[in-house]
């Protein structure tokens, strides 16, 4: 089960090693679709933290990313942002590209 994480811990559950977190709201249909490709693809990637955050929930973290759209992924090595990926994508576009972080 991926971790749900609120803005008082983004950057204490996402400060170190490779981390992706999903910001999504319930109401979003492609949220919907990309959290359980995110689920299956957890157990396969071991050395990934994957979290995901409400965004109506939790406003601050979204708004001091920038992040206008939902999905939207974040991609963090050792607490700094590598890679922001935004819209659905299919569990082999998100291996491929967290993959380049942890080789």
Known sequence: MVKAITDDNFTTETG?????????????????????VIEKLEPE???????????????????EFGIMAIPTLLVKKDGEVVERITGYHTGDQLSDILKKYTA
């Open 16 to 36: 170190t090693g490779v981390t992706l977190t999903d910001f999504w709201a319930t109401w979003c249909g492609p949220c919907r679709m990309q959290s359980p």
């Open 45 to 63: 990637m071991p050395d990934v933290k994957f979290t995901k955050m409400d965004v109506d929930a939790n406003p601050d973290t979204p708004k």
